[in-house]
C-alpha cells in the first residue's frame, strides 16, 4: 500500500529558512486535511489547483505549527515550513505513521525525471550555492545543453569532424564554471606573516573569521571562509604566513601554506606596501606564476624600492577591495555565459564530452556516437 504513498523532503538537509515536504498518495489531500485547522481550531478544506492557502498542521508531539499548503492535485500536497529540521522530521513522522513511505530526494527525481541532463539538473539545483548558480541550471534543467548535445550527436552522425571538435570546444569551454556552481572556487591568501592576510579574509567576507594581531605568525593552520564573489561560490582560505618557521608548529602551518595554495584556483600573494620587496618573493611568484599580486596596507607610507606590479589596497581603509574583488572574479570567471548558454556541470557531462572528443580526434565515430548517447542518457 505504501508503495504509492510517499513523503519527499524536497529541500537540501540542513538548517534553511523553509522546508518543503511533498505528499504523494491516492488520499493525499484528505490525510493532510485531518491534521490541518485555522488559526481558531475550525478545520480546512483546500481545493486541488487553488491558490496556496495558510494554514496550521497539528504535530505528532504536540502543538501544532503554521504551513502553507499547496495542493497541485488530490494525490500531490506540498506543505512549506519553517526550516528546522526538527519540525520537518515531525511533519515527515506524521505521514510515515500513516503508512507513508520516505522517499529521498535523489529517487523521487529518478522516478520523475526521464531525461538525464534535467535529473542531474533537478539533483544540482538542491545544492547549488549562489543565484547565478540557480538561473544557469535551471537553463540546463530546460535544456540547453540537452539542445547543444543533440547537435553534437548529429554532426558525428554526418561524420562532421571540424564541426563537431568546434561544437565540443564550445561546450568545455565551460566545464569549470559548471562545477563550481555547487562546488566553490578555492582562492588563497598567501603571502608573509603580518601583512595582513587574515585582515583581508576578514573585510572580503565581511565579519572577523579569522585571528587578526600585530603580532607575526598569528594564524598557524589555514581557515577557510565559503562567500560569494559577485554571485558566484568562492572558498576564501587565509594561511599561515610564509616565513622561516620558528617551532615545528609554525614548519607544519607553512607546508599546509603550500599544500593549499598549490590546489588553489586561484593564489593572491599578499604583500606589505610598507615593507620592501625581498629576493625571496619572486620564488613564490615563480611557484604560482598565475597569481595575482596585491599590496596591502596601503594607507601606510610605502616602502623604498622597485616592486612588481600590483593592487594596492587597504584592509583597515577599504581601499581597492572592489577592485580586488572584481580581479578575482575575472581571474576566476573571465567570461560570463550569456542567458540560455550550455554549460555541462557534472563531473559525468564533462568526462563523456571529453571522451567524444577524443573519439572524434582518433576518427572513431561509432565510439563518439557511444559516448553521446551515453550522455543523453540513450
Ligand atoms: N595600517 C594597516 N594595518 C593593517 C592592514 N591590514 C592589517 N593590518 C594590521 O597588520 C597586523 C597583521 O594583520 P593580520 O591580518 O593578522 O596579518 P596576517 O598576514 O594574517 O599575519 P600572520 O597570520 O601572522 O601571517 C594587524 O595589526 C592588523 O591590524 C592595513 O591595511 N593597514
Ligand atoms: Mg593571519
Redesign the pocket.
Known sequence: MSRDRKVIVLTPPGRSAIATVRIEGVDALLDVCRYLSTRKGNPVNITPAARPILARLKLPLGGSEEVVLHAASGECVEIHCHGSPLLVEQIVDLFVQMGYARESVEAWIDRTESDIIAAEARRSLCEVLTFRGVQILIDQYRGALKGRVEVVQHLIQTKNMEGTIELLDELLRWGELGLHLVKPWKVA?V????????????RLVGYDR???????????DFVTAVTAIDGWPSELC????L?QPQDPIEEEGVRRTLAVADAADLVVL?F?C?DPWSKDYDSWRERWPRSLVVY?????PAAQGDRPAGLE?????G?GLAELEQEVVNRLVPVVPSPGTAVPFTDRQIRLLRQTRDAVLRGDYSEAEKHISTLLGH
Open positions: 591568501l603571502g608573509p606573516a603580518n601583512v595582513g592576510k587574515s585582515s583581508l579574509l576578514n579569522a585571528i587578526v594581531d600585530a603580532t607575526p605568525g598569528t594564524t598557524r587565509d594561511t599561515a604566513g616565513r599578499v606589505s610598507a596591502n596596507k596601503c594607507d601606510l589596497v587597504s584592509a583597515v581603509s581601499h
